[in-house]
């Protein structure tokens, strides 16, 4: 039997979004096809392991819990995170969890050093906090043709790709990375990052398939009666005005 | 003394607010809002008309219920009030509450009962420079609106730096960002809840304050009560949780009939007879208390006006359709979502439930919070969730993800249409609970007015 083995990154700290929403659909959405489902919290100073897990998670959290776990990611997780990266494990970063990936994360005068499993900056402007609905518009391989993910997103944080790096998905409505390339998240193969929370899986159901899809390498799911999923990712469409 | 009402910044705030009236769209905080922009020291000037002063409550739950427990011991005692309108807690609010209360050389009150909103807690407490000031809970909420906690929690250390020496100030001594806030200042009436019985068995899913307000260090909790609040200790710094001096003791808690508990403060016991649900009402009874105790009530005062209470707007409010049973249980932020439905785990049987949805600004625009909220305690007792509002359909999914058969969910996002596919689905004898956000519940209270089943629909 399939299982996906799923690690919570700083489930404490980093969960200020109600980033159980999207532990709660890739455990449910496993359950139903009967793939065994594990999910493990690692927290700060906990030591990572690089091949136990096929999907990475790392959430949203409040400004000082977010420092915390920056210099812990980069001091004790990061060699295992890029190990896992390599062999193509899944990493899901969201909100505060995204800012995380790059290189750095700029709050006034200091510098918060990132991860770096991609090629990103954040700069924390004066500006207002970006704030709203958004819908992104997404290519992403298995899946037919573009797709349609919808969230909610609170950041006061620019996130500027670099130059050979491809954002997850193109803004439909709402701000996206910086309010202004247009750009939303980041893709680079199985790592994924992006602003959209809400949470963003029970908006995106067939978004968690595709995650789960690629963290165990299937082709394709057994189907699941999807109703009240469909509604759902309507009306976070619908309140995004796509 | 001249009349105030010859100024003409107050001439012509009174004269919008009497238009809005006859309008029929009652007193809003549309009036004080006119005059602080007209007069920026209004409230002060006049708040200062008060014989009395002014007492101030602050908090992410139970702002409004508290203020009603208040003002229930308060006029008890036969003291007159000015008080706020239920959610107008904005400066506008207190503004327009004191405009209204104005009559030739005074008041029509001695004693101005406000509660008021986390953010402008600041600018009214410097304003009003009240006698009492209460300060009791800060849960995760609407962060679209109101960024981080932590955020409001230092905002709040400057307001209490800022108040007046001579304010009596009350806090929580079971959260710990509140109880914190005494941390440099003497004299605080620390109040808290007393009964191991009452304890849940961990921190809940949405527990905010989990990590020392000092030093970062998790928190160890000897009890949990509600939330994050509870009996806690920082391993590393030492910091705890400070000796309640007003207390609620052997609390029973009897569903949505109300709880039963001792108030203690020093030598002093009084039993009371909430007619009010859940932990979260004892909480804000413990509130009004401390907030009548700073005003030199006593606590026999206290447990009396705590007894003759009414339900505020929504707050576990019934209303009869028919021979049908509606209860209106209003639900704001995962806290509180998790003490109605640990409220209603109390009451025997399998519920019928209204879930009502909405995203307005009031409600926040973010609906995150419901993945937050521990649904999953109350959906083994669900027969039948109806959902319904702005966002109908986001919190069936979150129903069927706790647990509920997707074939017990219904959704029907026009507000009237689900109200009575849930009222002709009820078992004979059963009530139906409405579980709404905040504009929610005025659209569900219109709806029920507009069909004569309410009187008033901003009773």
């Given at each position: 039997m399939a299982e996906l083995r799923v690690c919570a990154l700083y489930p404490d700290l980093m969960n200020i979004y109600a980033d159980r929403g999207n532990m709660l659909m890739l455990q449910w959405r496993c359950a139903w096809r009967k793939i065994g489902f594990r999910l493990v919290g690692v927290g700060l100073g906990d030591e990572l392991s690089s091949d136990e897990h096929d999907l990475f998670y790392i959430g949203g959290g409040q400004d000082r819990d977010q420092l915390l776990c920056a210099r812990d990611l980069v001091e004790v997780k990061s060699g295992a995170l890029h190990a896992a990266a390599e062999r193509g494990a899944v990493v899901l970063a969201v909100c505060g969890g995204y800012q995380l990936l790059g290189h750095a994360y700029v709050l006034g005068a200091q510098e918060v050093a990132g991860v770096g499993l991609v090629d990103l900056r954040t700069v924390r402007e004066e500006g207002p906090r970006l704030i709203g609905n958004v819908a992104i518009e997404v290519e992403l391989d298995g899946e037919p043709g573009p797709r349609v993910l919808a969230g909610f997103e609170n950041h006061g944080g620019r996130t500027v790709l670099g130059p050979g790096e491809q954002p997850l998905g193109r803004v439909l409505r709402g701000n996206g990375n910086d309010g202004a390339s247009g750009q939303e998240g980041v893709r680079r193969g199985n790592v994924i990052g992006t602003y959209l929370h809400g949470p963003l899986l029970p908006k995106n159901a067939w978004f968690a398939d595709w995650l789960i899809r690629r963290a165990l390498g299937l082709d394709a799911l057994e189907p699941l009666d999807d109703e009240l999923e469909r509604q759902a990712h309507l009306s976070a469409r619908r309140a995004a005005g796509v | 003394m001249t009349d105030p009402r010859l100024d003409p910044r107050i001439a012509l705030a009174r004269g919008v607010a009497g238009v809005l009236r006859l309008g029929g769209r009652g007193a809003t905080s549309l009036p004080g809002r006119l005059l602080m922009r007209l007069d920026r020291g209004a409230l002060a000037r006049l708040s200062g008309r008060l014989p009395q002063g002014s007492a101030v409550i602050s908090a992410t739950n139970g702002k409004t219920t508290t203020a009603a427990m208040a003002a229930s011991i308060l006029t008890g005692a036969g003291v007159r009030l000015v008080h706020n309108r239920a959610g107008a807690n904005m400066a506008g609010g207190v503004a327009s509450a004191l405009l209204e209360a104005?009559?030739?050389?005074?008041?029509?009150?001695?004693l101005g009962l406000f509660e008021v909103d986390e953010f402008w807690l600041e600018q009214v407490v410097g304003e009003l420079a009240p006698r009492a000031l209460v300060l009791s809970n800060l849960f995760r909420d609407q962060l679209d609106r109101y960024g981080e906690l932590e955020t409001i929690a230092d905002r709040w250390v400057q307001v209490v730096e800022g108040a007046p020496a001579d304010t009596a100030l009350a806090l929580n001594a079971d959260d710990p960002l509140i109880a914190d806030l005494g941390r440099s200042r003497s004299g605080v009436l620390y109040f808290g809840v007393e009964d191991p019985t009452v304890a849940l068995p961990g921190l809940e899913h949405a527990s905010d304050s989990k990590h020392c307000r000092r030093c970062g260090t998790p928190y160890r909790y000897e009890a949990v009560y509600l939330g994050h609040l509870g009996v806690y200790r920082c391993p590393n710094c030492g910091a705890e949780r400070p000796q309640p001096t007003l207390a609620a003791e052997r609390v029973e808690l009897r569903g949505l009939r109300g709880a039963r508990f001792d108030l203690r403060h020093g030598q002093h016991r009084a039993a009371v007879e909430l007619p009010l649900p859940g932990l979260y009402n004892v909480y804000n009874a413990l509130s009004a208390t401390a907030l009548a105790l700073s005003l030199g009530r006593s606590l026999a005062e206290a447990a009396a006006g705590l007894e003759r209470v009414k339900p505020a707007f929504g707050r576990a409010e019934t209303v009869m359709i028919g021979e049908r049973r509606l209860a209106i249980l209003l639900v704001k932020n995962p806290a509180g979502a998790n003490e109605v439905a640990r409220t209603l785990t109390l009451e025997a049987g399998e519920h019928d439930l209204l879930g009502i949805l909405n995203d307005k600004v009031a409600d926040g625009r973010?609906?995150?919070?419901i993945w937050d909220a521990d649904f999953e305690v109350l959906a083994p007792r669900i027969r039948r969730a109806t959902c319904t509002g702005t966002r109908a359909a986001e919190l069936g999914l979150r129903l069927k993800y706790a647990g509920v058969p997707p074939a017990r969910i219904r959704v029907e996002p026009a507000l009237d249409a689900a109200l009575d596919a849930a009222l002709a689905g009820l078992p004979d004898g059963r009530p139906l609970y409405a579980v709404p956000t905040y504009t929610a519940m005025l659209s569900l209270r219109e709806l029920l007015a507009a069909r004569g089943q309410v009187r008033d629909s901003f009773a």
């Open positions: - | 104005l009559r030739r050389g005074g008041m029509t009150g001695e973010d609906v995150s919070w």
